[in-house]
């Protein structure tokens, strides 16, 4: 009895840490296509990277931590995966300019401060970085 309930504890510690071993480590997987626009995005490496997300309202916020920038406004749906981005403060117009978004499934790209940047979808959920009321 006692060399059974061994063989099983033993068991139970092996395949807990297998499952910690197999699912321990942070990757990036696209998401397959989405029809939603809904969820959060990513653009730039590690030390400058930007986060656009979405929520289920429209209301967009950005965020570029590197460089203290936190933006909100809308997103209206124009067409089949069309959207006009707009800020709620036109001051932060020279930041993120009121712009068409083409949305294709996975991703799309913004200019921003007049350089065009690449966002790919990683979460169908929207993330804010932050309290929500520093995004103006």
């Known amino acids: 009895m006692k060399k059974r309930w061994l063989v099983c504890a033993l068991l139970l510690l092996l395949s807990v840490g297998l499952f910690g071993c197999a699912g321990g480590g942070a990757t990036t997987v696209p998401l397959p296509p989405s029809d939603a626009l809904c969820g959060s995005y990513i653009a730039g490496a590690a030390d400058a990277q930007r986060l656009f997300s979405v929520d289920a309202s429209q ?22 995966g069309t959207y006009v981005v707009a800020c709620q403060d036109p001051h932060n117009a020279g930041i993120l300019p009121h712009q068409e978004l083409l949305y ?13 940047h690449s966002f790919q979808k990683i979460d169908d959920v929207p993330a804010v970085i932050g309290d929500p009321s520093r995004y103006s």
């Open 104 to 116: 294709d499934g996975n991703g799309f790209s913004l200019t921003i401060e007049g350089e065009r």
């Open 59 to 80: 209301v967009f916020y950005y965020a570029d931590q590197k460089n203290g920038r936190f933006v909100r406004g809308r997103v209206a749906p124009q067409g089949e």
